[in-house]
């Protein structure tokens, strides 16, 4: 079992930064890697980024790029993700998860977190 808790989501101007925490407790030695998806209003959730627990290896959504940044702290029991240059279509849900392969997609990550709103406001 692997718990997860992400917080750090709240309201910011265009523009603006916000930088998210998810952490992580449990059986985590047992995943390859953990990743950030969100889920806008009236939308189906997305992939946003992904790092292996290695740090060796991350990977983005194209619309992300440049603005975003994916990491975990030494002890890797916390992923992060630093958000900058946000836009109103960042605004939705963001939730972070575990897999145990090297994935984008949402059904091949097993653990989840509750989920943490960011809205960014033009």
């Known amino acids: 079992q692997v718990q997860l808790v992400e917080s750090g989501g709240g309201l910011v101007q265009a523009g603006g930064s916000l930088r998210l925490a998810c952490v992580a407790s449990g059986r985590t030695f047992s995943t390859y890697a953990m990743g950030w998806f969100r889920q806008g209003p009236g939308k189906e959730r997305e992939f946003v980024a992904r790092i292996n627990w290695s740090g060796s290896s991350t990977y983005y959504t194209d619309s992300v790029k440049g603005r975003f940044t994916i990491s975990t702290d030494s002890a890797k029991t916390t992923l992060y993700l630093q958000m900058n240059s946000l836009k109103p279509e960042d605004t939705a849900v963001y939730y972070c998860?575990?897999?145990?392969?090297?994935?984008?997609?949402?059904?091949?990550?097993?653990?989840w977190g509750q989920g943490t709103q960011v809205t960014v406001s033009s």
């Open positions: 998860a575990t897999t145990n392969y090297p994935s984008i997609r949402a059904t091949e990550y097993d653990y």
